[in-house]
């Protein structure tokens, strides 16, 4: 869905190193999430937010944190990356339906 | 929390056969169960969804079934065509006001020519 970018599509680093990921999204829902996805684990939730003043820690947090900055904007970052940090993350977009739109993905390689 | 069961992890058919894909969830509040199709390379792109207050929902081949009494719920795609293939994840939202979403761990489709 065009609706929803992200901000790189690729990313190689190494251990130790902070990276940022970016999503952006021009469908005007206040609720925005950050997923990871594994071979074979689905989706696990990282964090997610209902808006600017609101951000929950998802099922697997540890490791990472995010900021809102505004309504369209939300980043996910990895404070130290470490090699099993190494995953497809997507970042994704709802109403109060609850109907989630989902960003291209950006593949992360922790080496 | 909310915890997804989905079945099976791959899944081999025949052109032109049916395909079904299972999921069961363990929240009974849980009240919206979508469907989630992921091509390779691609984000996963919700093909349909039901809420809790129907038992059954279409769309074209695609339809999806609820048991709420047994907390399991079902893909069926029917006539299946090689395009079909895919990874497809079942979800089912929490209850209370957080209402996030939790994964199945997808099954792997193939439909073979």
């Known amino acids: 869905d065009a609706d929803v970018t992200q901000t790189p599509r690729n990313r190689i680093t190494k251990t130790g190193k902070r990276i940022m990921l970016e999503c952006s999204q021009t469908?005007?829902?206040?609720?925005m999430y950050w997923y990871r996805q594994d071979p074979g684990l689905g989706l696990q939730l990282i964090y997610y937010?209902?808006?600017?003043?609101?951000?929950n820690k998802g099922e697997i947090s540890d490791g990472y944190s995010v900021s809102r900055q505004a309504q369209a904007k939300f980043s996910l970052s990895l404070e130290s990356a470490i090699p099993n940090q190494t995953a497809l993350y997507f970042c994704?977009?709802?109403?109060?339906?609850?109907?989630?739109?989902f960003g291209p993905g950006t593949r992360l390689t922790v080496l | 929390g909310e915890n997804v069961e989905q079945h099976p992890s791959t899944l081999s058919v025949q052109e032109g056969d049916s395909a079904v894909i299972k999921c069961t969830y363990s929240d009974s509040a849980s009240n919206y169960f979508p469907w989630y199709k992921q091509e390779l390379g691609k984000r996963p792109q919700l093909i349909i969804d039901i809420r809790s207050n129907v038992g059954e929902k279409k769309d074209q081949r695609i339809a999806v079934t609820l048991n709420k009494t047994a907390k399991h719920f079902s893909l069926h795609i029917t006539e299946t065509q090689p395009e079909d293939s895919a990874v497809y994840f079942c979800?089912?939202?929490?209850?209370?006001?957080?209402?996030?979403?939790?994964f199945g761990s997808g099954t792997q489709l193939t439909v073979l020519p």
């Open positions: 979800a089912a939202s929490s209850s209370g006001s957080a209402r996030q979403l939790t």
């Open positions: 469908k005007g829902h206040d609720r």
């Open positions: 994704a977009t709802s109403d109060y339906r609850n109907e989630q739109f």
């Open positions: 937010s209902f808006d600017v003043k609101d951000i």
